[in-house]
């Protein structure tokens, strides 16, 4: 079974997205804001990872980054309210970047295509 | 009958004498007929008729009514001397003034027996007078305009109306200091002698002062004439001193050539153009330099152009150039102040932009949250009680509305979003052609009629294209949502000044004058549905391509939309569109 990290700090959206993605059959893990999401990828090693950007502490570009630098291979989508974050060049080395809706097609689809 | 000759001979010295002074003479008995008159006063009053036998008021053509008015009874009544002045109308149609001083003639026992009348041609010192107030209220009437066109228009209004300065037709020329050349600008004057003789009919009918003349010619003012085409072709370099018209610029002095066709100095080309033998250029010089020069001839007329007449142009000139002057400064200061409102104008409104964008931006984010988390619930609801009927119709209702919400979002965050420009070389018609294709299923289910007029020479323009295409959706979106029992839509495209101008034209229902007005400013919307921003959008684009938008409206016809796009942008856009 495939490991997703959903980083999201809404806590009633994390709630909708861990639903629904253990319906597609995904072992779902859970972080609340950039830095507990470095240390839930030490700890767990995801397959793939869901990422907010706007988070407190440490935004999901940034974690992103430091992710990204010590393993360079896990999928990572970003998910985000803000089309405008599609312009920085941070989120180009994103797999994938789906702005958010209450339909989640589009982020199952990608889900789906990059494991 | 030595007597008889010294008689004859006295009187033949008399008759000389008389006919000599520079006066007319006639004697009148007591009830004013003429008994004698000198050869003068036929001259003077050009009279077909010898005067003796004749009555006074009959041969001086007289307009006092009642006789109490009359100069000749007064001295016959008062017995002193009288002087009065009249104007006249000769048989031949001068028109004369002439003073006339009647001084009573007494016998021994000092009763009036005769009366005698001098008379005096007073006609050109009255002109004088008359040129003097005509200059006067000329310089009026033109300090009271502004307007530059209006003003170059009157000056040769003035130049050429008979009850002015009398020339048949009158050209000006201006000076263009950065192109070192002067121009044509404008003429006043018929084209033929047949026209010449039915407008100087119209016009002394019509018209009875000079400001009514003014008036009515500002009004009716023909750009289309050849006289004035042909002078606006006109234009010769300042460096080419043969030119009578550069020579005048130069030399800032009046030029009266009275015969040029057989002068060897003077450009034949010129003198042909002109189609006048005899003409006279005065420069106009405001501030100690020739802004212009004025062209003026008598070529229907053939009247010779006297001296007087050309101080009297050359004052008027002054005048006229100070005027111009003005005009020019006022002119520049209002371009200056309307660019000034114009700065001001998009200021404010990229201002209101941007804080509307931020705060649509922060706005949208906070709510797309939540609406993602609640919408994302009720599909999960949805589908889990799928076979509960009430249950999946209520949640399926949430989604819906969620959906809505999150559409308007979607729009709003377009609208904030920072747009990345891509300018490339672009023919309208193509992106015109391509929207319509993309629209066509729309203009069917609106039943729409759909018409074009594409004018194939329009140059291509550096625009962006995505962008451009946003804009037509947008106002044709519009034009179509204006006419839901369907109508017709018609797209032109032409090529206006300097600018590639697109025409939307809709048959719908229009908009008040407070629509109008409205209309830009974001997320004002008379739509149900609208979100408001489409046109705000729209006009961002369009400014941001430093064109703009006209519109005309009128409720219940229709409206026209008018895109203004510049035909040459900055030139660093342009080399980037070719690439």
């Known amino acids: 079974m495939k490991t997703i990290l959903v980083v999201e700090d809404d806590k009633n959206q994390l709630l909708l997205y861990e639903q629904e993605l253990s319906r597609e059959g995904y072992n779902i893990i859970t972080a609340r804001d950039g830095l507990e999401a470095i240390k839930k990828v030490r700890e767990q090693l995801p397959d793939l990872i869901v990422m907010d950007i706007t988070m407190p502490k440490m935004n999901g570009i940034e974690a992103m980054g430091k992710i990204l630098s010590e393993h360079k291979k896990i999928p990572i989508i970003i998910n985000t309210a803000y089309s405008c974050y599609k312009d920085d060049f941070m989120s180009w080395s994103a797999n994938a970047y789906v702005i958010k809706s209450s339909n989640l097609k589009e982020l199952k689809d990608k889900i789906k295509e990059l494991i | ?579």
């Open chain 2, 1 to 579: 009958m030595i007597t008889n000759v010294l008689k004859d001979n006295i009187n033949n010295v008399i008759n000389n004498l008389t006919d000599a002074l520079e006066a007319g003479l006639a004697l009148l008995d007591k009830e004013l007929n003429i008994l004698w008159a000198n050869k003068r006063l036929s001259c003077m009053l050009s009279l077909p008729y010898d005067p003796v036998g004749r009555k006074c008021r009959e041969v001086y053509k007289c307009e006092c009514q009642d006789i109490q008015h009359c100069s000749v009874y007064q001295a016959l009544t008062t017995g002193e001397k009288v002087s009065c002045e009249i104007k006249l109308v000769t048989d031949k149609g001068e028109r004369k003034y002439i003073k006339n001083i009647t001084t009573p003639i007494r016998d021994e026992k000092d009763n009036i027996t005769h009366l005698l009348k001098l008379s005096l041609d007073i006609t050109r010192q009255e002109e004088k007078v008359h040129r003097l107030s005509l200059l006067r209220k000329l310089a009026e009437l033109m300090q009271g305009t502004l307007q530059i066109d209006r003003l170059l228009h009157l000056i040769l209004t003035c130049v050429t109306a008979g009850s002015a300065l009398g020339f048949n037709r009158a050209r000006l020329f201006l000076v263009e200091k950065k192109q070192n050349i002067v121009y044509g600008k404008m003429a006043v004057g018929p084209s033929s002698l047949e026209e010449a003789n039915k407008i100087w009919n119209e016009i002394a009918d019509k018209y009875e002062g000079l400001e009514d003349l003014v008036k009515a010619s500002a009004e009716t003012y023909r750009y289309d004439t050849p006289l004035h085409m042909i002078t606006r072709l006109m234009a010769f370099s300042l460096t080419d001193e043969k030119e009578i018209i550069v020579s005048c610029v130069n030399s800032k002095k009046t030029i009266l050539e009275k015969d040029a066709f057989s002068n060897p100095n003077i450009d034949k080309k010129f003198v042909n153009k002109l189609g006048a033998n005899e003409f006279v250029c005065v420069p106009l010089v405001a501030k100690n330099e020739v802004i212009g020069v004025i062209c003026a001839d008598n070529v229907y007329n053939g009247k010779p152009i006297t001296a007087e007449q050309v101080e009297l142009l050359s004052i008027f000139a002054n005048r006229a150039a100070l005027a111009i002057a003005n005009a020019e400064v006022y002119r520049k200061l209002g371009e200056k102040n309307r660019q000034l409102r114009e700065t001001r104008e998009r200021l404010i409104r990229s201002e209101r932009l941007a804080v509307i964008g931020n705060m649509s931006a922060y706005i949208a984010h906070e709510i797309r949250n939540p609406l993602v988390t609640i919408g994302g619930y009720a599909r999960i609801l949805s589908r889990e009680y799928a076979d509960h009927k009430k249950v999946k119709q209520n949640t399926e209702i949430i989604i819906e509305e969620v959906n809505r919400l999150e559409k308007i979002l979607a729009n709003i965050m377009d609208f904030s979003k920072p747009i990345e420009t891509v300018r490339i070389l672009t023919q309208i018609n193509e992106l015109l052609e391509n929207t319509c294709s993309l629209m066509e299923p729309y203009f069917k289910s609106g039943h729409v009629h759909l018409m074009k007029k594409f004018n194939p020479t329009i140059p291509k323009i550096v625009v962006d294209p995505m962008q451009m295409k946003q804009v037509f959706v947008n106002l044709i979106k519009n034009a179509v949502e204006s006419m839901p029992q369907g109508g017709k839509l018609l797209l032109e495209t032409m090529t206006e000044d300097e600018y590639v101008k697109i025409d939307i034209t809709d048959t719908g229902e229009g908009m008040t004058p407070e629509v109008m007005q409205n209309i830009f400013v974001p997320f004002f919307t008379t739509k149900v549905d609208g979100t408001g921003v489409g046109l705000a959008v729209s006009q961002k684009i369009i400014d941001d391509h430093n064109g703009f938008v006209k519109i005309k409206s009128i409720v219940k016809e229709g409206s026209t939309f008018s895109i203004f796009l510049p035909i040459k942008n900055a030139p660093a856009e342009l080399s980037g569109g070719e690439r």
